[in-house]
């Protein structure tokens, strides 16, 4: 008697080591994004609040603010201070338009799969040029 | 509020994460709003050093503002962070764990930045 029971595919959950396999499309690629900017900027909250902190309570500590940047802080060398504000300063940037696209899309119903491909990419666009700008700014490129 | 107890709860349909949804992006409005006013006051004329910089956050409407920012943004990290763990997370004591100690990073980053802005 012929087995007619038949062969279904089973989906399990994408294990970790499947993931650089699959290719993204940029609503996917911006997505991800926004939830690894999120958390970076979540974890990296004290430092922020330590920087408003000693930017605001006086003179001295707004010069140890600045100098922070050049001189460092504690055994970081001030380059790698840039360098982690830099990520902070994309992270702002993408979450930021990445937020804006989402409420767009949320206000005027533009889901479709041509919306959603183009204005994923003008977010990733423009996330990385002002990044770049203001990451210009910040090492004294002009 | 529909019930959600006993044998009339409501056990299906969407509904449940509509609350979350809607105070993530009314957070997030109030915190794109604040950039811009921030922004704004920073790129008025004037060389920047401590003192306008310290003068922006002198006004209390200002300091107002930062502190209903400051809760926005510890409500906003709380969904978005929850989310994180719910996805990726599945051993519920872990899951608590990991919830609990962004509930007490969230707080204690709130209360240090308030404190930054009215101690002045």
Known sequence: ?142 | MSTNFGSKRLVVGAHYGTRDWLSQRVTAVLMALFTVVLLVQVLLPGPMGYYKWAGIFASQWMKVLTFVVIVSLALHAWVGVRDIWMDYVKPAGVRLALQVFSIVWLLGCAGWAVQVIWRL
């Open chain 1, 1 to 142: 008697m012929a087995n007619t029971l038949k062969e279904r595919p089973v989906y399990r959950n994408i294990h970790v080591s499947q993931i650089v396999a699959y290719r993204l499309p940029p609503a996917g690629i911006v997505s991800i994004l926004h939830r690894v900017s999120g958390a970076l900027m979540f974890l990296l909250l004290p430092f922020v609040i330590w920087l408003f902190d000693n930017s605001l309570t006086s003179e001295i500590s707004f010069d140890r603010f600045s100098s922070v940047f050049s001189s460092g802080l504690g055994f970081l060398p001030g380059w790698f201070v840039k360098l982690v504000c830099l990520g902070l300063i994309w992270g702002y940037l993408h979450h930021f338009i990445a937020g804006v696209r989402h409420l767009w899309m949320d206000m005027t119903h533009s889901v479709t799969k041509e919306q959603g491909h183009s204005s994923a990419i003008i977010t990733l666009a423009l996330s990385a040029l002002l990044t770049v700008a203001l990451g210009a700014k910040l090492f004294g490129l002009f």
